[in-house]
């Protein structure tokens, strides 16, 4: 990690159980994670990867356990959190005027969509354009709920070489998927260790 960058994020979960609907999906989930962390979250369809994501950023309550954070939290999930109806430019502008600067330094190649209305995106480019948004906000912990889903193997690389250099830059990822991901210092949390 490049010292004096972002230091000082952190993201803590404390023996966190999952309730939807009437049925416990996990429990006993602890991990803490430090500047320059990543966490994989693992696990079949429905084991509750994507709630685990909710309740780190605080959108779903646990049913069990709690979250300790520092630093922004910035969530990449299967929407884009984009205006259907807006240019891309002006999508991402919107949240660059509520974030401010943030680093903006990954290239998600959109240079050539940013006048193309958002709803006209093909899967794989809203999905970069969603990861520029998140990766823009200058959040110091981001959440990553299948970000290689709709990625072809180029853009693939690109989304896990933008985590690393968020990571170099004393950022924390968090990224759940089925996918095989080939970050480095990777720790794996699988939720089939956690069943209730
Ligand atoms: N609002 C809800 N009320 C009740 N059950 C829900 C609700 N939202 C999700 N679930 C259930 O919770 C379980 C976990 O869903 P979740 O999306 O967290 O799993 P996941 O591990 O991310 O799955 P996938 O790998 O398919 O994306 C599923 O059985 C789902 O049907």
């Not at 989930?29 to 079949?44: K, N, R």
């Not at 884009?80 to 240019?87: K, V």
């Not at 070489?161 to 004393?170: N, P, T």
């Amino acid at each position: 990690m490049q010292p004096g960058l972002n230091n000082g994020a952190r993201l803590a979960a404390y023996d966190i159980a999952c309730r939807r609907g009437d049925r416990i999906l996990f429990k006993g989930v602890s991990f803490e994670l430090a500047p320059g962390d990543a966490l994989h979250l693992a696990g079949p369809n429905g084991i509750g990867k994507s709630s685990l994501i909710r309740i780190l950023c605080g959108l779903l309550r646990p049913y069990h356990g709690h979250v300790e954070s520092t630093g922004q939290i910035a969530l990449s999930d299967e929407r884009p959190a984009l205006d259907m109806h807006l240019p891309l430019q002006d999508a991402l502008d919107f949240w660059q005027r509520i974030d401010g600067a943030g680093e903006g330094r990954a290239d998600f190649g959109l240079e050539n969509l940013l006048d193309v209305p958002v709803r006209y995106l093909s899967t794989g480019q809203r999905k970069r354009a969603g990861l520029a948004r998140m990766a823009a906000s200058g959040g110091r912990i981001w959440l990553l709920d299948e970000p290689l889903n709709g990625l072809d193997t180029h853009w693939g690389a690109a989304a896990q070489a933008a985590v690393e250099a968020h990571r170099a830059m004393g950022g924390i990822a968090v990224i759940a998927s089925h996918q095989p991901l080939g970050l480095s210092r990777l720790r794996t949390l699988s939720l089939l260790d956690h069943l209730p």
